[in-house]
């Protein structure tokens, strides 16, 4: 069964205060691992995939790394509009009626305080 | 960028009656998107894939007679909760599976914005 663990569970930062979100996976074969954003009462909003260890991908203060056992999601001197929930999920190389489902993290809950 | 919309964004019913949820992909045909349900401060939870022009699957747990879901058309799913009850309250959301889409990546899921179901 593929499995998702996010840490930490909640992270709070001083502006420009940079730090790391951890997502740890199993899964039978990673065709993708995926990075959304989700504000409270909003769907989530796609930021990255990453297909295999040593990618990376930046966007504006957001840089996702891969290995082959976790993400990492660092935050460069993060801004107040940052805050929000991060969530990771990762898909499997799996076939059938189901191909291409994620299986989602519970999400880091980040705040950043002015 | 690949826009899914979804309807109602808020509904408040009932217990007993039937509610139905629209899945659009607005600027691309999807022909899998994926139905979600998520508790308060709790992930989201999978219930079921939908593809178009065939039956839905659904995931261990979730009954079929209970959550409806139709993918009649490449732009459309909808979600039917029928004889909705409180314990069907939620916030359900649904996304469209893109499979390339330029420089943002093969087989990505976009999400829609969430519709938050009350039953009283």
Redesign the interface.
Known sequence: EDQVTQSPEALRLQEGESSSLNCSYTVSGL??L?W?RQDP??????LF?L?SAGEEKEKERLKATLTKKESFLHITAPKPEDSATY?CAV?ANAG????????????TILTVHP | GAVVSQHPSRVICKSGTSVKIECRSLDFQATTMFWYRQFPKQSLMLMATSNEGSKATYEQGVEKDKFLINHASLTLSTLTVTSAHPEDSSFYICSARVLYLGSEGADTQYFGPGTRLTVL
């Open positions: 065709r993708g995926f959304y009462g909003k769907g989530p909003e796609f995939t297909y969530l898909q059938g009626t189901s191909y291409g489902k994620l299986t989602f993290g519970q999400g």
